[in-house]
Structure formats: C-alpha cells, structure tokens
C-alpha cells in the first residue's frame, strides 16, 4: 500500500498493514486507486478496517476467496485480515475507485481495539458502526445512484481535510466518517435477508448490549430468547469460546474502563452504573480480569 508515513507494514505471506500512529492525528486515511498504486501493492491485508467504493465499473477485486466485478457505485467492507487484491489494475483505476481505512479509536471505541484479531472482531459486534466488519455475511453494497455524488464528497472531504489539517480537521474528519459508516449501516439493513448467518451471536450480543447496566445474568439472557441456560451457554461457548456470563462481564467492563478513565466518578458510583450495586464485587470481578483493583488501574489510566 502506498501511504504516508503513518501506514506501516509487516511481512507475513503477504503483507499487513498497521497504522502507525502521529500524537493528536485521527487515524483515518483516504487513497484513490490510480493504476501505479494497485500495480505497487498487489495482494495484501490491514489490521484495521477500510471501504472500497468505485464510482465506476471496470476491473475485478479479489476479496478473500471472492471475484468481485466492479460496477458503478460498487461499495466493498475491507474487514481486518482479509486478503484483498486487484485484477486487471488498468481497468480497474479506471472505476474511479477510493479507499478508505480508519481505527476504532477514530469512533470513541478505544476498548474495542484491544485483544487479538478473533477477540476484537466478537467485540465489534456490540458497536453499531463496527458490526459491520465483525461479521461474515456479504461484505458488497450498492449505493444509489442519488446518493453517489454524495459520497464522492464525503470521502474528498477527508482526502483534503487529512491533506491540509485546516483548523478542526480532528473534529471534522471523524464526523464525516460516521456518517459514511452510518449509510453503510443503513444499506446492508436494507439489503438484508432474515435469518441470514448465524443470529444467535447477534441475538445474545444486542440483548446485553441492551440491558447489561442492570441486574442482568444468563438466567435472564436465556428467559429473553427462550433458550434453557444450560443450552445458551454450550451454544455460545462452541461459537464465540465465551459464555454468556463472560460476554456480560466483558460488556460491563468495557464500560468501567471507560468511565474510570474519563471522569472522577467515585469507584462505587461506576460500578452501579455498569451492573454492579455491590462496590466490593464491582472491585474483585475488576481485579479478576485486569490483574488490579479500580482505582490502581485508574491511576495507571491517568
């Protein structure tokens, strides 16, 4: 991948590309898929998340295990690890094609960075602008045709802002973002099957991203979606190696790493608000996991 000098990479059997992060620069960055570029690069994968969109057709992407034909407005979710590849560079530079890459962190999702690729997939699926990438249904979209011109604009708009860094470019570059991952979300809604992939993951996932700021426990999990514990917790731990009782600890942890890093609430106060009305076993499920207590891990945070 050509790049500046933020974009860094590692050999494995084919090259990965890792940002390199600059103090106080949003880790997002747009490329236009010029001939030179795609026949530099050849086959390779990120460890971040990107989207191909091509405001034209011509050429084919590989994508993994899949041929993807390039027609107008053809939009393609880069997911980490993927192996992507262009065929025919000439044809396909001519589809007028961007590239778009960015990091959790650029969406406030600090946590969710964390782990190691299967872990931070599972993990993105309790982030709605991430889900998108944690999954394994189709990663193609089509945008309209009355919404392309639109996002051409949008993603000149962060090409420049990274380009220049105007005044406010930190603010504005992860604001067009989102909303460019928000009409992503909205086109594969639309474009979605029912019942499509495995839903019991989604399922468990969104009822304790729902509720796990309260009393909330397996028993509840399963009553919800009308499975036995015992059958909810086999079922999870073959699909995700979690059980649902770890999944709601890891949500509410989540959430305690961020509201001890962020504000000066007391250590009992945050442990309230992520599900936890006893503060002594808020401070023992928190040490069990991360080795310290709350506050040494605040202090640390700090």
Known sequence: MVGPARIATRR?????????????????WVM??????????????HEFPGIAY??????????????????AGCGYLIRPGEVIAAEDAAALAGAGGWGLYFTPE???????????????????????LLRAFADDGPSGFVVPREDRRLWAGYLGTIEREMHERPAGYQYSVPAVLVLLLV????????????????????AVLDVIE???????????????????PGHLTTEMRERTGRTVQ?????????????????????????GRRCGYEDPGYFARVFRKVHG???????ADAG
């Open 292 to 298: 310290v207590p709350p506050r040494d891990w605040r």
């Open 210 to 228: 729902q509720r796990y700021r309260g009393p909330y426990s397996l028993v509840d999990v399963a009553g919800e979606l009308s499975f036995s």
């Open 54 to 71: 091509f405001e034209a057709g011509g050429g084919a992407l590989r994508l993994g295990d899949r041929r993807e034909r390039i027609g």
């Open 246 to 270: 770890e999944w709601i600890t890891e949500r509410r942890l989540i959430d305690a790493r961020r509201l001890l890093a962020e504000t000066d609430l007391p250590v009992a106060e945050i």
């Open 183 to 202: 009409a992503v979300s909205r086109l594969r809604a639309a474009a979605a099957t029912p019942g499509r992939s495995d839903s019991l993951v989604d």
């Open 12 to 28: 494995t059997r084919v090259p990965v590309y890792a940002f390199r992060a600059e103090p106080g620069v949003p880790q997002v």
């Open 32 to 45: 236009r898929f010029d001939e030179a570029a795609l026949t530099e690069v050849g086959a390779h994968a």
């Open 106 to 128: 650029v969406l406030g999702a600090t946590d969710l960075a964390d782990g190691g690729p299967a872990d931070r997939r599972l993990r993105w699926r309790i982030h709605p």
